[in-house]
Each structure stands twice: as structure tokens, then as C-alpha cells.
């Protein structure tokens, strides 16, 4: 499957991973800071954006998964990268991580680590409750989200300084929640890692402490499946972070691939340097 992607700046290759109902465009507010040291490519998972649908009948995490793998592979077939993903892309990165597909993963309040059932039961039920008043909205729904006022009551579960949000981007995010097939067919799977992970690749989870969508307690599981992992709780930002701190988030992503690349073939990652 063919991905929609973008790449800027030059460096060593760090490749960003959206969230459900997201698309590239997440990651506006840093790829700019980003990109001024890393070669930087934001891509647009299967269902996302301007990706492809997967087929009927497949199982989005698991297909999903393996199509950015190969995304992977593609983007840089002779070395591993790093990668960072926030959400949904923030499994994905550490999935990768388990796999010893990358150099480095970072997560930024990433999905993977529910409490339990009732826990993961509780993110899906907001992303339907939303989609649900989105479409309550009918016609009103671009000038409602496109106010400040507005974005802040529909985006204020995901970040903490809604209204920075662009009109454009807050009505584009409004869209997908009404189209987007995920929610209904993959969040519910099981988001279990693979076992047992590669432990030579360094592993950085950051979350918000005004996360209200995968609240920041799920933080305390993460060393459970990753003992190598850098955990750091964020105050101040949300599920979204990118909005709400981009000069922060963007020192958390340039930290956690400050590593070195690894060339395809080799087992694991080499050790992180001191900064």
C-alpha cells in the first residue's frame, strides 16, 4: 500500500505518527523545529488522511502495523530510523520498537497501556461520544469548530490550549471523526505488544498530565513491557501535545532520537549517547 507522506529537512531520518482521526498535519507545529536537525517525514497512516482505506474484513492494528513496517523499510532501506508517534501512533513507534525495526521510539501518551478493559472501553466511548456530537451539529459543524469558543468545547479533550488550533485544521479533524472507520473497527483490538521486546532500542514515552483521553495513571504500565524506557510525565499538555508546546514537544522528540542510526541487518540499536 502506497502511503501519503512528506519529508523535510536533513539529517538523520525521524518519521512522525499520527493519532486516529488525525493526519499529518498533527505534527505542523514541529516539524519546522524539527527539521532544522533531523530529516524529517510525516506520513499518513492507512484510512488517514490522504492514505488509502484498508479492505474489508482486515484488522486495522495488525494490518496497519505491518503496511508501516514496510513504510519503514521504504523510506530508508538501508539504515533503521527513528520514530515517535503520539496516540495510536505512539503504538505503532513502540511496536516497532518491540520488533527492532527502528533506532529510537518515542511516544507521546501512546495507546498500548490500558489499565484494563474498562479503561480502553472508556477511550473508545469518547471518541464515539464525539462523533456522535459532531454529527448532532449537522451543517453548523464547520463555523462551530472553526471559533475559538467552539474549538475549545469540541477539541478541549485533546489538548489543553484548544483554541490554537487553526480553523482549517480543527474542521478537517471535525470531518474525519464523522468518516473515520478505525474507531469503529480497531480500537477495540488488542494492543498488546509484541513479547518478548527488543531491549537495545531506546524507548522515551512522554505524557500529559492533562491528558483526558488516555489519562496519564496508564504511564505507570509502560516500564512493564519496555524496561528500558525513559517515562516522563508532562505538565501543562494534553493527548495532543503538539498544539499546546510545540518548542517542548519538539525537545522531547529531538531528545529521544538523539541517538545514532542503525544500519538494516544489525540487531538492535547501539546505546544513546550522552547529550
Known amino acids: ?56 474484513g482486515t484488522k486495522p492494528l495488525q494490518v496497519g502495523m505491518d503496511i508501516a513496517v514496510d513504510f519503514l523499510r521504504e523510506i530508508a532501506p538501508d539504515e533503521k530510523v527513528h520514530v515517535a508517534g503520539n496516540s495510536l501512533g505512539g503504538w505503532f513507534a513502540l511496536e516497532a520498537a518491540a520488533r527492532g525495526e527502528v533506532a529510537s521510539a518515542t511516544g507521546l501518551s501512546p495507546a498500548g497501556f490500558f489499565a484494563n478493559a474498562l479503561d480502553q472501553a472508556r477511550a473508545v466511548s469518547t471518541f464515539r461520544t464525539l462523533r456522535w456530537a459532531t454529527r448532532r451539529m449537522g451543517g453548523a459543524r464547520d463555523a462551530f469548530v472553526g471559533n475559538p469558543v467552539g474549538k475549545s468545547v469540541g477539541m478541549g479533550v485533546f489538548m489543553s490550549h484548544p483554541w490554537r488550533v487553526p480553523a482549517e485544521t480543527a474542521r478537517i479533524d471535525a470531518a ?19 513479547r518478548p521486546v527488543e531491549p537495545s532500542v531506546p524507548v ?12 496519564c495513571y496508564e504511564a505507570k504500565r509502560v516500564r512493564g513491557v519496555f524496561p528500558q ?6 505538565p501543562g499538555v494534553g493527548h495532543v501535545p503538539m498544539w499546546d508546546n510545540p518548542q517542548l514537544v519538539a525537545s522531547i ?5 538523539a ?17
Open 1 to 56: 500500500m502506497d502511503l501519503a507522506y512528506d519529508i523535510r529537512g536533513e539529517g538523520p531520518t525521524l518519521v512522525l505518527v499520527h493519532g486516529v482521526i488525525h493526519r499529518r498535519h498533527a505534527w505542523d507545529p514541529v516539524v519546522d523545529l524539527l527539521a532544522r536537525h533531523r530529516r524529517v517525514v510525516t506520513v499518513d497512516l492507512p484510512g488517514h488522511g490522504d492514505s488509502p482505506e484498508m479492505p474489508d
Open 176 to 194: 474525519s471523526l464523522l468518516t473515520n472507520k478505525v474507531i469503529d473497527r480497531g480500537l477495540n483490538a488488542d494492543f498488546s505488544f509484541t
Open 204 to 215: 522515551t514515552v512522554a505524557w500529559g498530565r492533562r491528558d483526558l483521553v488516555l489519562p
Open 229 to 234: 524506557a525513559e517515562v516522563t510525565i508532562v
Open 253 to 257: 522528540l529531538l531528545a529521544g532520537s
Open 259 to 275: 541517538g545514532p542510526t542503525v544500519p538494516r541487518g544489525a540487531s538492535g540499536a547501539h546505546a544513546r549517547p550522552a547529550s
